[in-house]
């Protein structure tokens, strides 16, 4: 009889009888998530080597090939390591795996090493159909294209590419997140790039090609869904925010992971590059909008001085400046360089504090020009404010409470807010008028009359 005693991973005690296969979901991964990861992920991959995910264990790193081989634990460099036998030792200046955890893995290669991973804990394929909707879910995404044609719209497992005007849905783009949580054009409007994923399961960011309407890569990390994705002025990179208070890169080309920074010391929630795309300034509830160099992830410091949990940023297009809004309903533009040495409690940054709002901000946007910008939230109202005096110039009125996204049309002539209620309004951000409001996804007759 193979037993193992007990084992604690994790957390928890397990027992392995005669009668019981090794499962690599329940007690491998565990071990190499606890002991391995830290340093062999795709951010550090130590010696080439990514042991975060199964078909990386597989493929090995640059010098030993396969991490392990399957019903060959003695052939295999991951048990080879763990022992001793192959140096450095690992895990690298930690204490030695207790012998029944290495006895456990070299059970799994032996029995051939397989992937038990339920189907509920993987990734889904992508969607064949669209989805029919009973009613429209809300909207936390959109955007438009640098010609102002196309509006891109977040769904349930799709992005809609509709026409500028709402007048017409030119594309429906599958993909496996189930939230969409911001999408993006580069800057020649080639590329649509989307940013979310399903929670307690899995981030994704969708890479899209605009005119053939196809889905050129599927980036999948982390174990929940992306927030606030920022596309590189040079249409390379993108950066998002993690629920597992990091913030990430990404290559578009490649789908590389460039760097995993964790300044941050809660969810990340909006990010911003800086004009020249060097920098970057990630904001989320630590409160903190904090720089960082755009190549590295190296933190530089905080921008602002502490106050609420932040939800919201947008940078002003013409400097590098950033209008922050979050908890406590104030909007605050900051100089992202500081004119002198910082001290505790300096708020040397801060460039202008604007109009208290009705409730908490989620929403920012600016106009082409810099000239004004606008704020929404959880009121009935969007404000339009002049950027240079503050004084509100008009205000988008009669909406739902629950603003969640604003976009300025490349020309600046119509503003897109959406949210709560799942529709889309296109405003005239002169005088705020209602120019339209539309349901971005197609509602089942039969479905929505039951």
């Known amino acids: 009889m193979k037993s193992f005693g007990l084992i604690v991973v994790m957390g928890l005690a397990t027992t392995l009888t005669a009668a019981e296969n090794v499962s690599y979901y329940n007690q491998v991964r565990p071990i190499i998530q606890k002991s391995c990861s830290g340093c062999h992920q795709p951010a550090n991959k130590l010696g080439g080597l990514v042991l975060t995910e199964f078909p990386a264990i597989l493929k090995g790193g640059a010098k030993n090939g396969a991490a392990v081989r399957a019903g060959a634990p003695a052939e295999s ?18 204490q030695p795996l207790p012998a ?49 044609k196309l509006l891109a719209v977040g769904g349930y497992r799709e992005v809609l590419l509709h026409r500028a005007d709402g007048s017409k849905i030119e594309a429906r783009l ?13 800057s020649d409007g080639s590329k649509l790039i989307a940013v979310g994923g399903s929670p307690v399961r ?24 992306f927030f606030g994705g920022s596309v590189s002025p040079d249409g390379t990179k993108v950066v998002v925010g993690c629920t597992d208070n990091t913030v990430r890169m990404y290559d578009l080309a490649t789908g590389e992971e460039l760097f995993k920074a964790g300044h941050h010391e809660d969810w990340v929630l909006a990010t911003s590059f ?26 530089r410091e905080n921008v602002n001085l502490l106050r609420d949990g932040l939800n919201a940023i947008v940078r002003h297009p013409r400097r590098d400046y950033v209008l922050i809004g979050g908890e406590d309903r104030v909007p605050y533009l900051y100089m992202m360089d500081r004119p002198r040495a910082l001290k505790i409690a300096d708020d040397s940054t801060l460039v202008k ?65 959406a949210g709560f209620d799942g529709n889309v309004r ?7 008028t209602l120019v339209k409001k539309f349901t971005p996804v197609p509602i089942s007759a039969s479905e929505a009359a039951e």
């Open 426 to 432: 296109l405003f005239n951000p002169a005088d705020g």
């Open 77 to 94: 460099p991951l048990i080879s390591y763990l022992t001793g036998k192959s140096e450095p030792r690992m895990p690298m200046g930690g």
């Open 353 to 417: 504090q604007y109009e208290e709002q009705k409730s908490r901000i989620h929403a920012l946007e600016f106009s082409p020009d810099g000239g004004w910008f606008a704020v929404g939230g959880m009121s009935d109202e969007v404000p339009i404010y002049n950027a240079e005096t503050g004084e509100r110039q008009a205000t988008l009125s009669d909406l739902p409470p629950g603003t969640f996204v604003i976009r300025s049309a490349p020309d600046g002539k119509t503003v897109a807010v």
């Open 100 to 148: 029944a955890e290495i006895e456990m893995l070299e059970a799994w290669i032996n029995e051939g090493a397989v992937d038990d991973t339920p189907a509920e804990a993987r990734a889904p394929q992508v969607p064949k159909e669209p989805p029919t909707y009973r009613q429209p879910p809300v909207v936390t995404a959109i955007a438009y294209s640098p010609d102002g």
């Open 174 to 186: 599958l993909g496996r997140a189930e939230k969409i949580h911001s999408v993006a054009f580069t």
């Open 274 to 299: 800086g004009i020249d795309g060097k920098r970057i300034v990630t904001v989320g509830r630590d409160r903190a909008a904090k720089l960082a160099d755009a190549d590295t992830g190296a933190f």
């Open 202 to 225: 899995f981030g994704e960011i969708q890479v899209w090609d605009v005119a053939k309407r196809k889905l050129e890569r599927s980036i999948l990390a982390t174990n929940d869904t």
